[in-house]
Nanobody
Framework: QVQLVESGGGLVQAGGSLRLSCAAS????????MGWFRQAPGQEREFVAA????????YYADSVKGRFTISRDNAKYTVYLQMNSLKPEDTAVYYC????????????????WGQGTQVTVSS
């Protein structure tokens, strides 16, 4: 199993940018497709973005398409989420997650999760 630790969250004004990082340890990082999910207070956890094992394929929720970019560096065992043009509705705890096989937007398919990092966007 892989262990995941997110970082990079914080408070930012609307229109600003943040870059989240997720550092992995344990099994070979390139064995895993990676995803970012988020959970706002009182809401269910939702898909944000996913990336295939070698970064060839990426997928995004409609709500973040064109604003967020997922990437990975397998040599550094790290996946990133670059978030631009942030909106107050992007406020949530952001989680990275890992799964064996292809990248998908389905939360239940991800077996390993980080502890989350808070992103707050002020208006």
């Amino acid at each position: 199993q892989v262990q995941l630790v997110e970082s990079g969250g914080g408070l930012v004004q609307a229109g600003g940018s943040l870059r989240l990082s997720c550092a992995a340890s344990g099994r070979t990082f390139s064995s895993y497709a990676m995803g970012w999910f988020r959970q706002a207070p009182g809401q269910e956890r939702e898909f944000v973005a996913a990336i295939s094992r070698y970064g060839v394929n990426t997928y995004y929720a409609d709500s973040v398409k064109g604003r967020f970019t997922i990437s990975r560096d397998n040599a550094k065992y790290t996946v990133y989420l670059q978030m631009n043009s942030l909106k107050p509705e992007d406020t949530a705890v952001y989680y990275c997650a890992a799964k064996i096989g292809i990248a998908t937007p389905y939360l239940r398919e991800y077996a390993s999760w980080g502890q989350g990092t808070q992103v707050t966007v002020s208006s």
